[in-house]
């Protein structure tokens, strides 16, 4: 289960089709997703523009199985830092994996996190908000849509 997982979400995607067809609402992202080990990965998210030296995100993750559900742990690089209350709960539904932040405790940049991600190995969907008050005070309504580059993993 977690070697499919972690095969199906390894390599390198970009929103390119998205942000040339509506640069006005979409930046041009990339995220890739790297094993270091069995159940183990890296993350990295960058804007285009900035390069992939300045990314906005950047994370180690252990993925581990809990009850029916794929728990996918949020650690800061080289294992550092750890807040369960970030991590995301992964299931697996039809022929792709759905996910969200595992818990309304998690608070990044003075919101709380609302996220979900669908991927299947070739196409990633994110949308990250973060929420106060009953406001939005970071991300955005729109869902990014990123493809897998073949071959890079």
């Given at each position: 289960?977690?070697?499919?997982?972690?095969?199906?979400?390894?390599?390198?995607?970009?929103?390119?089709?998205?942000?040339?067809?509506?640069?006005?609402?979409?930046?041009?992202c990339?995220?890739?997703?790297?094993?270091?080990?069995?159940?183990?990965?890296?993350?990295?998210?960058?804007?285009?523009?900035?390069?992939?030296?300045?990314?906005?995100?950047?994370?180690?993750?252990?993925?581990?199985?809990?009850?029916?559900?794929?728990?996918?742990?949020?650690?800061?690089?080289?294992?550092?830092?750890?807040?369960?209350?970030?991590?995301?709960?992964?299931?697996?539904?039809?022929?792709?994996?759905?996910g969200m932040?595992?818990?309304?405790?998690?608070?990044?940049?003075?919101?709380?996190?609302?996220?979900?991600?669908?991927?299947?190995?070739?196409?990633?969907?994110?949308?990250?908000?973060?929420?106060?008050?009953?406001?939005?005070?970071?991300?955005?309504?729109?869902?990014?849509?990123?493809?897998?580059?073949?071959?890079?993993?």
């Open positions: 289960m977690i070697e499919k997982f972690c095969s199906t979400l390894e390599g390198l995607y970009d929103n390119w089709d998205q942000a040339s067809k509506n640069p006005a609402r979409y930046a041009h990339n995220i890739h997703w790297k094993r270091i080990n069995d159940n183990e990965l890296t993350s990295k998210q960058w804007y285009q523009y900035k390069g992939e030296d300045n990314p906005y995100r950047n994370r180690w993750h252990r993925v581990i199985i809990r009850n029916d559900s794929i728990v996918v742990q949020n650690w800061s690089p080289e294992w550092k830092d750890h807040n369960p209350c970030c991590d995301m709960l992964f299931f697996s539904v039809e022929d792709y994996y759905t932040v595992s818990t309304y405790d998690c608070i990044v940049n003075g919101g709380m996190v609302k996220s979900m991600v669908e991927f299947d190995g070739k196409i990633y969907r994110s949308k990250d908000q973060g929420w106060k008050d009953g406001k939005v005070v970071w991300g955005s309504d729109l869902v990014y849509e990123f493809q897998k580059k073949i071959g890079v993993h």
